[in-house]
């Protein structure tokens, strides 16, 4: 059940991607990310996904972690709010539930572009659009139901490229001339309209701001590069250790932190130690004001 916006008792909204991060990259398994999500919980600190997954997918995951508040779904291709959320009644569409804002053109439209391109260009690629629900369980090690889920898109088509470094050029300047953005992310190309994660967040924190929310501190948790101007863009930028034992690469001066953990174990190595800095650095405010 969806849950109206509470203040939280510490002024923090928690930005994260899911796949090799909030999620084990092999296993999907969050269980050691639990204890943080729980601390998160009892400060009624906004936790909003920010993930390449489908709306299908994190209504059922948002109710495995606990999560009912807003997400933001195909790598910035959608918002969706649940209904109440903000206490107001909202303009935009309404599917399930959840109001939607789209920053990316329908998921149709874009199979159609890209079809296109395949009959004009003979670029050898395979979406999600021409894939079985089968293909795609094999292709992701989801789940059969998973798998269902994630062909249930709304704005973004990803997409295994099986062509040449030179065709895949010529593919992007086309895409980019119909308007397109591609992103890569941990496992497929994503292909959609030109938004990301960040523009998504910084339009989600307008509606903090709506809502009376002002003046907390953003902090988001990556490990992809189409997580990479997400982080850029929150106060606080986290990349979760790969499996590889890389982090996220990013060309900036920006300080950024690097968790020791992996996944889900770092995701909640990173938390922990921000809300204990954040803890003692109250205590130590209150001290001296006292």
């Not at 159609?112 to 894939?131: E, I, P, S, T, Y």
């Amino acid at each position: 059940m969806h849950t109206a916006f509470k203040h939280p008792d510490c002024p923090l909204v928690i930005y994260t991607d899911l796949d090799g991060t909030l999620l084990d990259h092999d296993s999907y398994a969050f269980a050691p990310a639990l204890p943080a999500l729980q601390r998160l919980a009892t400060l009624n600190v906004p936790v909003i996904p920010v993930t390449s997954k489908t709306l299908a997918e994190l209504r059922v995951l948002g109710r495995e972690l606990n999560l009912h508040g807003p997400c933001i779904v195909e790598n910035g291709g959608v918002i969706a709010v649940p209904e109440g959320y903000f206490g107001d009644d909202s303009p935009l569409p309404t599917q399930e539930g959840y109001h939607l804002e789209y920053l990316s053109p329908h998921y149709e439209t874009i199979v159609g572009h890209l079809n296109g391109l395949r009959n004009r260009f003979g670029f050898r690629f395979n979406g999600f659009a021409d894939l079985s629900t089968d293909a795609v369980a094999e292709r992701t090690g989801l789940g059969t139901g998973e798998a269902r889920r994630a062909r249930q898109r709304l704005c973004s088509e990803p997409l295994a490229w099986d062509d040449s470094d030179t065709a895949f050029e010529q593919f992007t300047t086309e895409l980019n001339a119909l308007g397109y953005t591609l992103v890569r992310g941990g496992r497929f190309y994503h292909v959609l309209g030109q938004t990301d994660k960040a523009r998504a967040i910084n339009k989600l924190n307008a509606m903090f701001a709506r809502a009376g929310f002002t003046g907390y501190t953003s902090l988001a948790l990556g490990d992809s590069p189409n997580d990479s101007r997400m982080l850029l863009t929150a106060d606080v930028a986290v990349a979760v250790r790969r499996k590889d034992g890389s982090w996220l690469d990013l060309d900036t001066d920006k300080a950024i932190i690097q968790t020791s953990a992996t996944g889900p174990d770092g995701w909640n190595e990173a938390i922990q130690h921000y809300l204990d800095s954040s803890a003692a650095q109250r205590a130590a405010e209150r001290t001296q004001h006292g």
